[in-house]
T-cell receptor
Framework: DVKVTQSSRYLVKRTGEKVFLECVQD?????MFWYRQDPGLGLRLIYFSYDVKMKEKGDIPEGYSVSREKKERFSLILESASTNQTSMYLC????????????????FGDGTRLSIL | AQSVTQLGSHVSVSEGALVLLRCNYSSSVPPYLFWYVQYPNQGLQLLLK??????LVKGINGFEAEFKKSETSFHLTKPSAHMSDAAEYFC??????????FGKGTKLSVKP
């Protein structure tokens, strides 16, 4: 089975801090994704990556950046944390499926619940 | 552009009753559709997916969904609800860049 591991289940940080959320997958997937989940809003895509050192903005990239130095690891960075970034963050990975015709599902980690005080 | 609408943010059924969770999609290309389930304090788990071929798709835990192109729908059903089905369910359509576009989710409660 695919395993997507997020480094922390719960994290509490202060406003203005630089925050790193780490995600590792063990299935040699090319694609990795970061979403945030908020009540009543569902999941919204922050950033994604098709390959090492590649990144693409999702729907809500403001205030975030990402890093993918190795294929298995995709990091989400909050450059200067703010209270409106308090949320559940979910990482996902999938096989290469840049073509719309592909049907590869995404596999999710258990999430990191981040609180910014 | 693709989008997903889930009708009903909360659905409550009795144990043993039919479960029906509604999902309508919008897509300019033939859609690839997914249902995911999220149990409390966990990530999302794939229930089932539709790509091409048979329009009735069977998934895990007794769930199934039917793709109806004329109605742009992909509703999720289960004949008989169990207490363990209580969770949040998300419908999703694949976006043009290989990402997933999610609905806002439906919380299913199962009453004894």
């Amino acid at each position: 089975d695919v395993k997507v591991t997020q480094s922390s289940r719960y994290l509490v940080k202060r406003t203005g801090e630089k925050v790193f959320l780490e995600c590792v997958q063990d299935m040699d997937h090319e694609n990795m994704f970061w979403y945030r989940q908020d009540p009543g809003l569902g999941l919204r895509l922050i950033y994604f990556s098709y390959d090492v050192k590649m990144k693409e903005k999702g729907d809500i990239p403001e205030g975030y950046s990402v890093s993918r130095e190795k294929k298995e690891r995709f990091s989400l960075i909050l450059e200067s944390a703010s209270t409106n970034q308090t949320s559940m963050y979910l990482c996902a990975s999938s096989n290469r499926d840049r073509l719309v015709k592909s049907n590869q599902p995404q596999h999710f980690g258990d999430g990191t619940r981040l609180s910014i005080l | 552009a693709q989008s997903v609408t889930q009708l009903g943010s909360h659905v409550s059924v009795s144990e043993g009753a039919l479960v029906l969770l509604r999902c309508n999609y919008s897509s300019s290309v033939p859609p690839y559709l997914f249902w995911y389930v999220q149990y409390p304090n966990q990530g999302l788990q794939l229930l089932l997916k539709y790509t091409t071929g048979a329009t009735l798709v069977k998934g895990i835990n007794g769930f199934e969904a039917e793709f109806k192109k004329s109605e742009t729908s992909f509703h999720l059903t289960k004949p008989s609800a169990h207490m363990s089905d209580a969770a949040e369910y998300f419908c999703a359509v694949r976006g043009s860049q290989g990402n997933l576009i999610f609905g806002k989710g439906t919380k299913l409660s199962v009453k004894p």
